[in-house]
């Protein structure tokens, strides 16, 4: 799927999926309590259920594309398996899990290592789940009065809206580039492709500064005086939800804290 298709899916279905009039402080607030509890918990439990409970909200309630989904959760959590077995295999400590014997070395798996790479998958996996429910049922303008409110420096806040903004559309530009490299046999071999990767780098770099000084001059048309001015409509947090995302965060506690690794308990 091109990257200009993928920003325009996931700003449709923000606009569209069936939390979209939720609250976006509450999903704010949902989203972060638990991307923090997943990251900082001890119990591999933890970080399985958040992946597991946004995955539901997703699917079932807020009515997400399940290909579209599991495609967006294809190539981090394939790079993060990738790293994971490389930790399993080169890292840790104390008492081996399975030594295996060469004529020059030998080489030993630690249960350790193979503990710390489930436990970085499994938080990898669950913070992937938090990030993506923000981001498919949350528009971006949404989260933009919300951070207002919050009175996070306002340059920040609209530095992070115009790079969101930005970043499907230099990479729909590259894969453009790329496009028209090959079909002018600009990536025959490796030598040939590296210095096309350079010009693409260079070129892409001269758009960026084109596009940002249009993009500087349409806002300035339009009145711009420093501030990115919305629409302040959004609905407003409800009690009931407030009070059952405390209570789910605190379950999600008692579960780190009460439940050992559940990988110690097996070794």
């Known amino acids: 799927m091109p990257f200009g298709q993928i920003g325009a899916r996931v700003d449709r279905y923000a606009y569209t999926n069936n939390l979209a009039n939720t609250s976006a402080a509450t999903k704010l607030l949902f989203a972060l309590s638990v991307l923090v509890i997943c990251v900082a918990a001890q119990s591999q439990i933890v970080p399985f259920f958040v992946f597991f409970m946004n995955t539901t909200l997703l699917l079932v309630y807020a009515k997400i594309s399940a290909k579209f989904y599991w495609k967006m959760l294809l190539y981090p959590l394939a790079t993060a398996l990738l790293s994971c077995v490389l930790i399993a295999l080169f890292f840790g400590y104390g008492e081996p899990l399975t030594e295996i014997s060469t004529p020059w070395f030998t080489w030993t798996i630690f249960k350790s290592g193979v503990a710390m790479a489930v436990s970085t998958f499994l938080r990898v996996a669950g913070g992937l789940s938090c990030l993506y429910f923000l981001v498919l049922t949350t528009p971006v303008t949404d989260m933009l009065i ?27 530009i590259a894969s453009q580039m790329n496009t028209a490299q090959d079909m002018r046999l600009g990536n025959t071999n490796w030598i040939i492709k590296i210095k096309s990767t350079a010009l693409l780098a260079g070129n892409l770099f001269i758009r960026t500064l084109e596009q940002g000084e ?54």
């Open 146 to 172: 919300t951070l207002r409110r919050l009175h996070v420096p306002l340059i920040l806040v609209e530095m992070s809206l115009l790079i969101y903004r930005y970043i499907f559309v230099l990479l729909e």
């Open 214 to 267: 249009r993009t500087f001059t349409a806002m300035s048309a339009r009145g711009y005086d420093g501030e990115i001015r919305t629409l302040d409509d959004l609905p407003h947090p409800r009690f009931e939800l407030i009070i059952g995302i405390l209570f789910f965060d605190v379950l999600l506690i008692l579960v780190s804290v009460l439940l050992p690794s559940q990988w110690s308990l097996l070794t």
